[in-house]
């Protein structure tokens, strides 16, 4: 896999985790949550992270994949029934893109070039403040990248490269040929070091735009 910097979800993850749960999925009466909240339950907590980082890598802003990640979920609650076990990711990630899809048309894309929260939680340690502002560096440019590529591109980037996905996988969520997986991602590793190099290039020379 190509070396790229990829941030985490917020310590407040946990937090979320509670906060996505619908209040009427708990029961009415005391006793045992019914096996659609405890099915819900754990698939939040398999796959909150994933869904958190998905929706980053489509470009939802750290300040706003929280209530993303939740709106995602909301719709997966809502739908439980018709989910079969083994399509839990896939649904997910696909319900992300929609909701990634959405917030750009509305306008809701902001640039973020600080990311206190997440890239604190992104290393093991506490970094020095000159590792905090290469951290810093290195997700304003994957961020910068990841929206210079075409979006059929991205999608592919993000769950093989970022997510660590099996291409299989990929074209089952995404309704592909695993050919058309492969070939994808060989156009996005080559997008993606292009706009590297390019962005690399212009900050050699004192910036300007793409």
């Known amino acids: 896999m190509l070396s790229v910097t990829r941030a985490g979800p917020p310590a407040r993850a946990d937090v979320t985790r509670d906060a ?13 949550p019914p096996p659609s909240a405890e099915r819900y339950r754990a ?32 719709i997966a609650y809502q739908k439980l029934g018709e989910i079969a076990p083994d399509r839990e990711r896939s649904f997910l990630f696909g319900t992300a893109m929609g909701v990634a899809a959405n917030a750009r048309r509305a306008g809701a894309r902001r640039r973020e070039l600080c990311d206190d929260h997440a890239m604190a939680a992104a290393a ?47 074209a089952a969520v995404l309704g592909l040929a695993k050919g058309t997986v492969a070939s994808r991602l060989r156009r996005a590793r080559e997008e993606f070091r292009a706009i590297v190099k390019r962005a690399q290039a212009r900050a050699r020379h004192g910036g300007g735009k793409r």
Not at 20 to 32: F, I, L, Q, T
Not at 128 to 137: H, V
């Open 124 to 170: 093991d340690d506490a970094p020095d403040p000159e590792r905090l502002m290469e951290m810093k560096q290195a997700r304003a440019l994957l961020d910068d990248v990841l929206d210079a590529m075409e979006e059929d591109l991205r999608v592919v980037f993000v769950l093989f490269e970022l997510e660590g996905v099996p291409t299989e996988e990929i």
């Open 43 to 74: 698939m939040v907590d398999a796959y909150f992270d994933f869904i958190w980082r998905s929706l980053r890598g489509l470009g939802v802003p750290a300040g706003a994949a929280d209530d993303a990640a939740q709106h995602v979920f909301l």
């Open 20 to 32: 996505a749960v619908p209040a009427h999925a708990e029961p009415a009466e005391r006793g045992a």
